[in-house]
């Protein structure tokens, strides 16, 4: 028999599931809407039929467990803590999900997901110290210390969204001022367009740029075509986030910072000032010595081969 | 034989040391000045002299490593590196020792080495994720993760005196701005103290505190007896601790902060107003439940322990 984990990525959309060998191989990839509104069970059954169709069809094939990484997961509780975007509140997905799959079932948050996936399979392999950032609708991290996942003393570790650079900046939901993610997320992004578009009432391409769903790749074409305001986007943007990332290096020295998810497709637009303004926050001990690097693994794939090796390698987690 | 380690505590101003069994228990102690003028060999000299008298007096007694804490010693390379307040630039203290002292020779920054002492011999005992933060001249800390210290990918991390709490705060020797050790250490007092005599020209006792040596006791005592200006002092230096915690504690999430160095003895006064500023700036799913502790060890014990500690126990570090 060739034993396989369900690996799953729940996201405030989407959620992405996968059969994933012991290797890192994807042997199969899906994509579902999450239905927020729906309690936590819908999403379970309908996780299961998909696997059952699968595994009917490939005898062969044997489930050995279920990695979840989700928004707020508690890798110690099983518990995912009223997630964004999703009207849960507090669910015990791991005992929601038992009743479905009787296996081993582990939980921890995307971002701690996604930088199991990039150690395990990526870039990361040879690190022992780095941060997996992710650029989502917020901005999430995963924090690897001394070769393992940085959980803390309660699960919550790894907060780099809600680290404040400036005590009187942009008020953030979480009720502080000045958080990370509210400069450098698709949140963050519809807020520096929003002030964009106050400062500049005559710049045509800024005031195109609709309110909602705001299209990572429009900004790019933009930015490649020489738009002034796409690069003062991505300039700010990537300032901030190099603040953020020297904030953190002070306390965590790391390797490298590892920039993931929708907003990371940007690439060097984005890495390229972050890299300067980091270097030009850095303390000197640190200045040059730490890489900004983009994710290694496909967008869809991090996530679940991550959750995956919650369950094939539990012992680095 | 009674095997034992020398801990040295290398400080700007003195060198404490003793020889330390591996219950934890200082046989002796005493303190030397460190001598930031002259070079590192003549402290290594002073050293050696006073452990042989000691030695010839106690026969039965063995030598069998060195442990070190210094600030800006890098674990990795055994050098100091450029040392606040020693003429000495950087300085590689393990190959100077090891002429004096043919044995296992480990170097660690100081305020890791009071994090060792701390988790080896008192309140962090059983605690696997928590921050020592040593208030001397500056601001140092010692950061377990996952039941071992950080040291990071180079060496460096947990120089969190250098978390900026203000991107226009006061300009700190690094270069940067509103360093949480330019508000929270002697060098951030004496600070606050020169604001506070420019802002109250009539109160006689902030006007009587000298320039230079600020006493430590004489603002706790002025405090007890309810000297406006004192408690001002207080409230506004625990505040800017408490953000400072809040930050490091969005990304580490540890079980307690253990507070350190001579300014830890103003306790309370100083513990309560930071207690209350970390709860109001943690994100809500930390609030209430990370502990501000005062350091359980003798004050001139936690270093030469925990720097004896490299040697008893080179695993957990």
């Not at 992405?16 to 309690?39: A, D, K, M």
């Not at 069970?41 to 050995?64: C, G, I, M, S, W």
């Not at 850095?282 to 010595?289: E, F, N």
Request: aromatic share 8%; glycine share 12%.
């Amino acid at each position: 028999m060739n034993k396989v984990v369900l690996g799953i990525d729940i996201g405030g959309t989407n959620t992405v599931y996968g059969l994933i060998e012991q290797s890192g191989h994807v042997l199969f990839r899906g994509q579902i809407p999450t239905f927020g509104n729906e309690p936590a069970q819908n999403l379970a059954n309908r996780l299961r039929e998909k696997v059952d169709y699968f595994l009917e069809d490939h005898p062969d094939h044997e489930l050995t467990g279920v990695g979840v990484g989700a928004p707020n997961g508690n890798h110690f509780t099983g518990v995912i803590q009223d997630p964004p975007n999703l009207n849960w509140g507090d669910v015990d997905i791991v005992s929601i999900l038992k009743k479905k799959f009787s296996y081993d079932i582990i939980l921890t948050n995307d971002a701690n997901a996604a930088a199991l996936g990039e150690k395990k399979f990526g870039i990361a392999k040879d690190m022992n110290d780095f941060v997996m950032i992710t650029l989502g609708t917020g901005l999430g991290s995963g924090i690897f210390t001394n070769g393992s996942l940085l959980y803390g003393y309660d699960g919550f570790a790894g907060e780099m969204g809600h680290l404040s650079i400036d005590p009187e900046g942009r008020l953030c939901n979480c009720g502080r001022k000045g958080c990370l993610e509210m400069y450098v997320s698709a949140k963050g992004i519809r807020k520096s367009v929003n002030e964009l578009k106050v400062k500049n009432p005559d710049d045509t391409f800024i005031q195109s740029l609709p309110e909602k769903g705001l299209d990572g790749r429009v900004l790019d074409k933009a930015f490649d075509a020489g738009e002034r305001a796409a690069i003062e986007l991505y300039q700010f943007t990537g300032e901030k986030l190099g603040i953020g990332l020297a904030q953190a290096a002070t306390l965590l020295s790391p390797e490298a910072f590892i920039i993931y998810g929708g907003y990371s497709n940007a690439g060097e637009r984005l890495l390229e000032p972050a890299r300067r303004a980091m270097d030009e926050y850095l303390l000197s001990s640190h200045k040059g010595k730490i890489l900004i690097l983009q994710s290694s693994l496909p967008q869809s794939e991090a996530g679940i081969i991550g959750a995956a090796s919650l369950i094939w390698s539990p012992r680095t987690v």
